[in-house]
């Protein structure tokens, strides 16, 4: 039998479900089990595509071109789960397909109702990927809290399939909070209270994860532990660590989160690949160099809008031995060359991520001009590869109204051109270039070198690219173009000639970076920016 462990959170939202769940799927892998991650979002998009990275931070992507939550990139960091479209469900996609199938005639003149349609629809989605060959064990995540009205369907499909797999081969895992109030004591009340909100729904969770500043003493877990009907062992704490967050499955390990979740869901299982995370975490504590990576984009006030290039860069300096500290540079800011001089004192590489839209782009020309004059490693992440070859057309050919069509869609010299099959495009949701597709990279480059190989796979999302008519131009002028596509119609990574290290790429390598294995564009560009700081480049 399949197994479910459904996780949920309360009291407030930003607790961390998402590292919680990704540890536990760690945690199970390392004693032989093999994970999928579902992620559900109560809200109405039909997926996070057209979501602002202001309110909802990063857009995921998957292999297959899903744009997702950001959760799913915490999985994907943490564990080997298959993850694709079908693991981010959420309320719009679920009401899309209900309404369908209404409109085919399929429900054959029933009233189609919240409770079973819409609920059945649920399940069918989880069922659909936990039954499959080869999983055994689905970790769903319910996005949201407790107690909000848009994720009662969910929690009520959670709640039948509990009571169908009675309890044995389901169960829920509650991520809650234990505030500390002023004068400094902490609060088990709220978490009372929202594990009371799940039980009056009919769910009642077997394990509780209780995010607190500082480690839970035994007193107040077996008060918890008395007041939700948990058992002692399974109210765990999940206190705030000041290092990395994979230091987490760690913490967790320690209190036996893998070794409960196995015996409540009778699972038999040994522990044997744990010592991989352990590393990770030694490597982290033991490393004492830090380096300054300035990342030079328009959505730094949201500290989540840039998640997998931050954590990538983590990855990079992990594979280092390095710490690494990030200077989030408003490119608004950038208003003069001297201003971005300063701004820019004393860091060791230079990042612009991706970006959409004209706001904060001129400052992002003139960090890459900095980052070229100045000899500073630079990665230039698919808008930050558009920026590169903008800057190279305008101060080294001295084509001065060098631009992109999506600032300047009628500019006499776009260098950065719309895809042909974009041209005709008004819808927004889903219709960018989207996913994973190979690059070829020319040997001998920075890019080859980084990858080891000619054939690059890695995700797009993207409308903009490298325009034909100007690649002649560029290439004679001395910029290197290092990556194309299979059938060369498309630039796909580019590289300033004379300089230390210095890649831009149109696709997003954050998507696919890990601790255990980091991104190669994100592990060199960090050993540049060491090498910068020693000052050997
Ligand atoms: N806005 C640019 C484009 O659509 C870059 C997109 C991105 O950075 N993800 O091509």
Redesign the pocket.
């Known amino acids: 039998m399949r197994k479910y462990i459904f996780v949920t959170g309360g009291v407030c939202s930003s607790l961390g479900k998402g590292i919680a769940a990704s540890s536990l799927g760690s945690l199970l892998e390392s004693r032989g089990l093999s994970v999928c991650m579902i992620k559900i979002d109560p809200y109405l998009n039909v997926d996070a595509g057209t979501m602002s990275p202001y309110q909802h931070g990063e857009v995921f992507v998957t292999d297959d071109g899903a744009e997702t939550d950001l959760d799913l990139g915490n999985y994907a960091r943490f564990t080997a789960s298959p993850l694709s479209a079908a693991n981010s469900i959420t309320t719009g996609q679920v009401y899309q397909e209900v309404i369908r199938k209404e409109r085919k005639g399929d429900y054959l003149g029933k009233c189609v109702q919240v409770v079973p349609h819409i609920t059945d629809e649920i399940k069918r989605r989880i069922y659909t990927l936990g039954e499959k060959e080869g999983i055994d064990v689905t970790i769903i995540e319910i996005g949201g809290t407790v107690g909000d009205i848009e994720s009662i369907p969910f929690l009520e499909a959670v709640r039948q399939i509990i009571h169908e797999r009675t309890r044995r081969d389901a169960i829920s895992v509650h991520v809650s909070l234990i505030p500390t109030v002023t004068g400094g004591e902490l609060k088990t009340k709220p978490t009372q209270h929202s594990v009371k909100t799940l039980r009056e729904i009919g769910i009642q969770p077997e394990v509780l994860l209780c995010r607190i500043a500082t480690e839970m003493d035994d007193a107040m877990k077996k008060k918890i532990a008395n007041f939700t009907n948990i058992d002692y062992e399974c109210v765990l704490s999940a206190h705030d660590v000041n290092t990395t967050i994979y230091e987490i499955p760690v913490v967790y390990r320690d209190q036996g989160l893998d070794r409960v979740v196995c015996e409540r869901l009778g699972l038999d299982v040994k522990d044997d690949k744990f010592s991989a995370w352990e590393k990770v975490s030694e490597t982290w504590k033991a490393s004492e160099e830090v380096v300054e990576i300035a990342m030079v984009g328009k959505y730094i006030e949201l500290d989540d809008s840039y998640k997998s290039i931050d954590e990538s860069l983590v990855h990079g300096a992990i594979a280092n031995g390095v710490r690494i500290k990030i200077r989030k540079i408003d490119s608004e800011s950038l208003t003069s060359f001297e201003k971005t001089q300063k701004a820019l004192n004393g860091v060791q590489g230079i990042l612009i991520p ?3 839209g004209e706001r904060g782009i001129p400052g992002m020309i003139t960090a890459a001009r900095a980052a070229r004059e100045s000899g500073l490693p630079y990665l230039g ?3 930050g590869m ?1 920026i590169q070859v903008i800057e190279w057309a305008r101060n080294v050919m001295g084509i001065t109204e060098a631009n992109s069509g ?1 600032f300047t869609p009628d500019g006499p010299s776009n260098v950065i051109a719309l895809l042909e099959e974009q041209v005709d495009v008004t819808q927004y949701g889903g219709t ?1 270039r989207l996913g994973l597709s190979e690059s070829v990279a020319v040997e001998n480059t920075l890019i080859y070198k980084a990858y080891g190989r000619t054939s690059i796979k890695e995700r797009h ?4 690219e490298v325009n034909n008519t100007y690649r002649e131009e560029l290439e004679n002028s001395g910029l290197i173009f290092s990556a194309f596509t299979p059938d060369r119609l498309l630039v796909e990574s580019a590289e300033w000639p004379d300089h230390p290290w210095s890649v831009g790429v149109q696709f ?1 390598p954050e998507f696919t970076s890990s601790p255990l294995e980091s991104g190669p564009l994100f592990r060199d560009f960090v050993a540049a920016a060491v090498k910068k700081m020693h000052k050997e480049i």
Not at 461 to 464: I, M, N, S, T
């Open positions: 991706g970006g959409f992440i698919c808008l558009q999506e960018m999302r993207h409308r903009y997003h």
